[in-house]
């Protein structure tokens, strides 16, 4: 299981914090209705999951991997590439929420490709700040808390690359959907251990 190393920096201004009971590894898995929507129409995925890792207790902003899989649109598959990109929730508060970013390295784009054998159209992301963020609720107990985030995100900008974009929209819309659940494991040298608490406050 590939995980992202060095993926927390603590953020003491933040109204929001995370919180984990040891240095540890992190793995969030679908819960409902994940998907990415603009003016065009919505692209619904059959998962999604998001990884990373924390050496921190506490901190005010966590930095996952996203890996989609099982997405299409009106009978046609979509590739979400993420090209090495990251999603960071927190920095900030934005209403009840915490701030969403998507991060890429430099010259690095997310990339939502229609029909990836004919690339009908591409939605290409440059990293950015969403005008919205992601709720976040702690859910069990003890060792078994685990963080239910749902991405209220919106609108995301992107550049359309393509012939035929009727599945996209003004390139001004696109929004993020869904619920993902996350899991605290105990960090064993990069392998997860027995899973550990997480929670926000």
Not at 17 to 30: K, N, P, R
Request: hydrophobic share 35%.
């Amino acid at each position: 299981m590939a995980m992202l190393a060095g993926a927390f920096a603590a953020t003491p201004s933040s109204a929001h914090e995370f919180h984990f009971e040891t240095q540890s590894i992190l793995v969030g898995e679908q819960v409902e209705g994940i998907g990415i929507s603009t003016e065009g129409g919505t692209i619904g995925c059959a998962s999604l999951k998001l990884e990373g890792t924390t050496s921190a207790l506490a901190t005010g902003e966590i930095k996952v991997s996203p890996t989609y899989g099982g997405c299409s649109t009106v009978g046609f598959p979509v590739a979400v590439n993420m090209n090495g990109c990251w999603y960071v929730f927190g920095g900030k508060t934005i209403g009840k929420d915490t701030e969403f970013r998507l991060v890429c390295g430099a010259g690095e784009k997310m990339e939502v490709v229609v029909n990836p054998a004919f690339v009908h159209c591409t939605a290409k992301l440059s990293p950015q700040t969403s005008s919205q963020g992601v709720g976040h609720a702690n859910v069990g107990s003890g060792a078994q808390r685990e963080l239910v985030t749902t991405f209220t995100t919106k609108p995301m900008t992107y550049e359309k690359v393509g012939k035929t974009c009727t599945f996209l929209g003004n390139g001004k819309d696109l929004n993020l959907t869904g619920t993902v659940k996350t899991k605290a494991f105990v960090d064993e040298s990069g392998t997860p251990g027995k899973q550990a608490g997480i929670w926000v406050e």
